[in-house]
Nanobody, 116 residues
Framework: QVQLVESGGGLVQPGGSLRLSCAAS????????MGWYRQAPGKQRELVAA???????NYADPLKGRFAISRDNAKKTVYLQMNSLKPEDTAVYYC??????????WGQGTQVTVSS
C-alpha cells in the first residue's frame, strides 16, 4: 500500500522560510509525477507546484519565485522550499503522487502557519 508522509510544517513568521518533505513508500518512485497542494480554511484545495518524472516543474503563478519543488529519487522524497512566506500561505499542505490517469495518492497533510 502506497503511503506518503509529509513533514516540515510548523509556525513561521512572515518573511521566513520552511522546507516541506514528503517521503513515499513505493517501489519505483521515479516514474511518478509529484505535487504539492494546499488548502486554507474555507477554501478549495489548490495546486502549489508539481514535478514530473523527468524533472519538469510547474507552479501556481502567484507562487513563482518564492516556492521551489524538487525531488530526490534515491530517497523517494519530494521537497517544497518555501521562502518569503506570507500570512496568506497559511494552509494545510498535501503531498500528491500520480501516474497517468490512475487515481492519485495523497498524504495526510502538514500544517503551515505564517503569523507573527
Amino acid at each position: 500500500q502506497v503511503q506518503l508522509v509529509e513533514s516540515g510544517g510548523g509556525l513561521v513568521q512572515p518573511g521566513g522560510s520552511l522546507r516541506l518533505s514528503c517521503a513515499a513508500s513505493v517501489n519505483i518512485f521515479s516514474i511518478y509525477t509529484m505535487g504539492w497542494y494546499r488548502q486554507a480554511p474555507g477554501k478549495q484545495r489548490e495546486l502549489v507546484a508539481a514535478i514530473t518524472s523527468g524533472g519538469t516543474t510547474n507552479y501556481a503563478d502567484p507562487l513563482k519565485g518564492r516556492f521551489a519543488i524538487s525531488r530526490d529519487n534515491a530517497k523517494k522524497t519530494v521537497y517544497l522550499q518555501m521562502n518569503s512566506l506570507k500570512p496568506e500561505d497559511t494552509a494545510v499542505y498535501y503531498c500528491n503522487m500520480r501516474l497517468g490517469n490512475r487515481e492519485p495518492h495523497w498524504g495526510q497533510g502538514t500544517q503551515v502557519t505564517v503569523s507573527s
